[in-house]
């Protein structure tokens, strides 16, 4: 490995690669593709008069094709005989004299590796794989603007007070973790957890007078005791995972449900909203068709006229799917 000097004049140009397409970009480019997609950088700092940084870079290229390594890293070479590498070695620092330098910077700009390695053989994929594994999740385009468009509903949503549409449009955001669930330093996931925070701080006194009409519903005959009930399962799912204002649902629901009267209701008024949002959903058309056919089954049974008004509804805006389920039970 050749020897750092101190006295050098020293800069930086900066090569962002993907699977597909290699383009040049700046260091605050760098910065910014890291910090909206959740990348980490992983930046090699060397000079063209460095053999072993040129053959650790030509085994870094190889690398970079394989898209488990290229599409999650932010891969940056930089060149210290440049003037502009002073503003990279400002805001990260390494330890040792040798060349080459490398890097390994997490989305929210913690470094987490900075040191003079060459990285000899399998240790580099494993390095920038393990570095990748602890640096959060990252995010394709398509999630991206996913997740930027529902944060950007969930302040609207806030600046009106709406706080269902705001908790509807967060619940529909987390759906992009599930079958990833991971900490994630991107600047859209960071300000979700933010939005997060100002949701459940600003929805409990909203909660609290939802429940102030569920139990003035309850109170009263059907077809009230059938609405507040229904009131209470929409807010069951707008709720659902959010600590204590959950819990306080769970407790009211249970002590519905020693009643035998109220748990029908209850149970009545759940099947109708999982077939509802279920038909409203982008499902398959089997699923959709299970959906109805719970309605329709449960209209056909219940002998609450409260229930089947609401089992109607629903299937007189979903006739069309009802026709392919049970034609004759639709009149």
């Not at 330093?185 to 909660?207: D, F, K, W």
């Not at 959903?281 to 229930?307: C, G, H, W, Y």
């Given at each position: 490995m050749r020897q750092v000097t101190p006295s050098i004049s020293i800069g930086l140009s900066l090569l962002f690669c993907s699977l597909v397409v290699a383009e040049e970009t700046s260091i605050d480019e760098a910065l910014r593709i890291s910090n909206r997609t959740g990348k980490p950088i992983f930046a090699i700092a060397s000079r063209k008069t460095c053999q072993p940084c040129q053959v650790l870079k030509s085994r870094v290229a190889g690398l970079m094709k394989d898209p488990r390594i290229g599409e999650n890293v932010v891969y940056l070479r930089i060149d210290l005989d440049h003037p502009s590498w002073k503003k990279w070695d400002r805001k990260f620092s390494y330890q040792g004299r040798m060349l080459p330098i490398v890097y390994l910077i997490r989305a929210d700009q913690k470094q987490l590796y900075g040191k003079s390695n060459n990285l000899p053989g399998a240790q580099l994929k494993k390095f920038i794989s393990q570095g990748i594994a602890h640096s959060g999740r990252s995010f394709n385009e398509r999630e991206l603007r996913y997740l930027e468009s529902a944060n950007q509903a969930t302040?609207?949503?806030?600046?009106?007070?709406?706080?269902?549409?705001?908790?509807?449009?967060?619940?529909?955001?987390?759906?992009?973790?599930?079958?990833?669930?991971?900490?994630?330093?991107?600047?859209?996931?960071?300000?979700?957890?933010?939005?997060?925070?100002?949701?459940?701080?600003?929805?409990?006194?909203?909660?609290?007078?939802?429940?102030?009409?569920?139990?003035?519903?309850?109170k009263k005959n059907q077809p009230y005791q059938y609405q507040a009930i229904s009131r209470l399962v929409r807010l069951e799912n707008s709720f659902s995972g959010l600590g204590e204002l959950s819990q306080k649902l769970a407790n009211m629901a249970q002590g519905l449900a020693a009643n035998p009267e109220m748990n029908s209701?209850?149970?009545?008024?759940?099947?109708?909203?999982?077939?509802?949002?279920?038909?409203?959903?982008?499902?398959?058309?089997?699923?959709?068709?299970?959906?109805?056919?719970?309605?329709?089954?449960?209209?056909?049974?219940?002998?609450?006229?409260?229930?089947?008004?609401a089992a109607k509804e629903v299937i007189k805006r979903n006739q069309a799917t009802l026709a392919s389920v049970a034609p004759a039970n639709s009149k």
């Open positions: 302040e609207s949503a806030l600046q009106e007070n709406k706080i269902l549409q705001a908790l509807h449009q967060l619940r529909s955001a987390s759906t992009i973790y599930s079958q990833q669930p991971q900490v994630s330093y991107a600047n859209c996931a960071q300000q979700t957890s933010r939005l997060t925070e100002m949701v459940i701080s600003r929805s409990g006194p909203y909660l609290n007078a939802e429940l102030q009409k569920v139990t003035d519903g309850l209701l209850l149970s009545s008024a759940r099947t109708i909203d999982r077939a509802n949002s279920i038909l409203n959903s982008p499902v398959t058309p089997a699923q959709k068709k299970l959906a109805m056919a719970s309605i329709v089954d449960l209209q056909n049974r219940t002998s609450f006229e409260s229930v089947r008004t």
